[in-house]
């Protein structure tokens, strides 16, 4: 069984930055993709980004292209999303997921989600 735990959230003001972490605990294969998905108080879950096992495959939602840059490790098996430019919108709760499909993990699919770690923008 995969277990995923992300770290990185916190409070920070608008304009500033915060990087997300995901490590899976336990048994994995480091060609599953992974990505985020966020979810604000009354809001449908979002879709923010996933990455290819190999990393050569990328996609990012609409409201934060340009702002957040998804990455891996797969020495370290970790997968990371540097967020910039934060904005009181990009406030959520955010979920590292991972499947063997980038395009199932993409529709809200994935086999494997973490706790989710909160983000707060505000001043």
């Given at each position: 069984q995969v277990q995923l735990v992300e770290s990185g959230g916190g409070l920070v003001q608008p304009g500033g930055s915060l990087r997300l972490s995901c490590a899976p605990s336990g048994r994995t294969d480091s060609t599953y993709a992974m990505g985020w998905f966020r979810q604000a108080p009354g809001k449908e879950r979002e879709f923010v980004s996933t990455i290819s096992g190999s990393g050569?495959?990328?996609?990012?939602?609409?409201?934060?292209?340009?702002?957040?840059?998804?990455?891996?490790?797969?020495?370290?098996?970790?997968?990371?999303?540097?967020?910039?430019?934060?904005?009181?919108?990009?406030?959520?709760?955010?979920y590292c997921v991972a499947d063997q499909s980038i395009y199932r993990l993409g529709r809200g699919l994935g086999d494997y989600w973490g706790q989710g770690t909160q983000v707060t923008v505000s001043s």
């Open positions: 050569g495959t990328i996609y990012y939602g609409e409201s934060v292209k340009g702002r957040f840059t998804i990455s891996r490790d797969n020495a370290k098996n970790t997968v990371y999303l540097q967020m910039n430019s934060l904005k009181s919108e990009d406030t959520a709760v955010y």
